[in-house]
């Protein structure tokens, strides 16, 4: 089946510095990608979403000079969290819409998941 | 906009029993709806997937039913056990394949 890989899995930063995050959809074309973030014990909050090729849409209250999202390939996008603070901490999640038409076009497969801690 | 709302937030059984977990969204215009599990730290594993033109998907002892019109789904997990406690979560894919999430419901299955 489709896998969407994500990395790194964790990374601890210094506030201040850039982190980049890699989505990549190992065995198919993802024209589009989708990022979440999720806080300690709650749910999962989507970020924005990722169109090969243009601009990322961007949520309603999320900076998009901060989150700086990529998409330059059909497998791969990438999350650069700006001048990280310490509460930009949390874990981001990607997900790749899946490939075809119909049924199988609209099956989500996720990444792992990363951690990011910054200091 | 669409809101999904999970029901119970939390919920402690003991190994074996039965239970029901519950699912609400506002709007029924989906296209599918997904279960998730969430292992502390961890991601997310997919457990079922209902398309909007289905009623229920059943694996093992999972079974998760949908009634869009009612803006419900529930999910039945049979004869619990200590390795199904997690959290799990219940989203709905919207026009946009956008996938929109409720808070979860974090399972405890005492031994």
């Known amino acids: 089946g489709a896998v969407v890989s994500q990395h790194p899995s964790r990374v601890i930063c210094k506030s201040g510095t850039s982190v980049k995050i890699e989505c990549r959809s190992l065995?198919?074309?993802?024209?589009?990608m989708f990022w979440y973030r999720q806080f300690p014990k709650q749910s999962l909050m989507l970020m924005a979403t990722?169109?090969?090729?243009?601009?990322?849409?961007?949520e309603q209250g999320v900076e998009k000079d901060k989150f700086l999202i990529n998409h330059a390939s059909l497998t791969l996008s990438t999350l650069t969290v700006t001048s990280a603070h310490p509460e930009d901490s949390s874990f981001y999640i990607c997900s790749a819409r899946g490939p075809g038409q119909g049924n199988s076009g609209n099956t989500i497969y996720f990444g792992e998941g990363s951690w990011l801690t910054v200091v | 906009k669409q809101e999904v709302t999970q029901i119970p937030a939390a919920l402690s059984v003991p190994e074996g029993e039965n239970l029901v977990l519950n699912c609400s969204f506002t709007d029924s215009a989906i296209y599918n709806l997904q279960w998730f599990r969430q292992d502390p730290g961890k991601g997310l594993t997919s457990l079922l997937l209902?398309?909007?033109?289905?009623r229920e998907q059943t694996s093992g002892r999972l079974n998760a039913s949908l009634d869009k019109s009612s803006g419900r789904s529930t999910l039945y997990i049979a004869a619990s056990q200590p390795g199904d406690s997690a959290t799990y979560l219940c989203a709905v894919m919207d026009s946009s394949y956008k996938l929109i999430f409720g808070s979860g419901t974090r399972l405890l299955v005492r031994p």
């Open positions: 065995d198919f074309q993802a024209t589009t």
């Open positions: 990722s169109n090969e090729g243009s601009k990322a849409t961007y």
């Open positions: 209902i398309q909007s033109s289905q």
